[in-house]
């Protein structure tokens, strides 16, 4: 696939594609990051994926044509390579082991985000910010004597638009969490200090990284 893409640098806060635009491209993110993000009509913000270096993402249903319904923004100054969805079938039509990668991919994307849908039906708003603590953990976490850092500045709006609920009820459960000894903030960082906490809030069932990530 990277022989037949073409590549692209986007700047923080570009927009990749945006909601009524064809799905003729399929996204590779070789450096950077890429937030996906439904915007409903009343203005409402939702972040439905966070893609990272090595990620893959896009809609490539079937040979009908398809359009957005979500819109990319690079997060961070990214390079991506990107290809066309007729070069994708073809690949499709001439190689059987292709054929059961893609769909062994598209298994997986559909299993993160029923995982994502889970944690808010089951668990409410309350759950649904330590799973995103959790997911944030496994995709951007490092050690730190306090705890685990988080390597990228999260602001309470990001987590507002990632569980669907104000920045201002996600100022106040930030705040008790902060009270409890769970998490603390360095210079912008939040530090995880309570992993155990957070896992009996959702029950967690100890999904592979894979799985359990922005």
Known sequence: MKEQMQFKSVKRGELL?????????????????????????IGKRIIENWFLADDLFGHIEDVQDHFHADQ??????SVLGIIAKKDLQNFMIQDTIFRMEWLKWAGHMHQLALMKIRDTMLYGK?????????RL?????????AGILLNKRITNQL????????????NR????????????????????????????EVKCEMCTNEICRV
């Open 72 to 77: 990319a923004t690079a997060h961070e100054n």
């Open 17 to 41: 594609y945006q909601e009524g635009e064809p799905t003729d491209w399929l996204y590779y993110v070789i450096s950077g990051s890429i937030i996906i993000r439904k915007i409903s009509k």
């Open 159 to 170: 987590i507002s638009e990632m569980i669907c609920v104000s920045r201002e009820r996600v």
């Open 173 to 200: 459960m930030i705040s008790e969490l902060k009270k409890n000894n769970v998490i603390e903030f360095d210079s912008g960082y939040i530090i995880i200090k309570d992993e155990a906490y957070l896992r009996n």
């Open 137 to 145: 953990k496994n995709s951007f976490g490092e050690p730190h004597e």
């Open 126 to 134: 309350t759950g649904a910010l330590s799973a995103v603590l959790l």
